[in-house]
């Protein structure tokens, strides 16, 4: 158990989680590296109920992110979601090993477009 800004949690302390690549994949879908190592699903479609997100409708505007000190940001930092609500809201995410491979030799990239 540990204690952080006013708040107590369970777990150990586990370090600053940050975004390190990602690859858009679909309509408000997209591939999300982790500083964990991890690959996650995020779709982006239930942040649209929020009025700061709603720019994000347009595929063009959904596609020209950037990482911005570990997290996703879009409209040059007008739009941004925090590395630990992206990671909530997203998904455990196996590819086939040799996909993976490819996929995370693309997705560390940085900057990083949509490859697809």
Not at 32 to 39: L, R, W
Request: contains cysteine.
């Amino acid at each position: 158990m540990f204690e952080f800004q006013g708040r107590v949690y369970a777990s150990k302390p586990t370090g600053l989680l940050k975004v390190v690549g990602a690859k858009v994949v679909d309509d408000l879908c997209m591939l999300v590296v982790f500083n964990t190592g991890e690959t996650r699903l995020f779709d982006a479609s239930e942040l649209l109920s929020c009025e700061a997100f709603k720019p994000l409708e347009d595929r063009a505007v959904f596609e020209s992110f950037s990482i911005d000190h570990g997290a996703i940001t879009w409209n040059d930092g007008a739009i941004d979601i925090a590395p630990e609500g992206l990671y909530r809201r997203s998904f455990e995410y196996a590819a086939p090993p040799r996909a993976a491979v490819n996929a995370r030799s693309t997705l560390t990239k940085t900057p990083l477009q949509s490859l697809g």
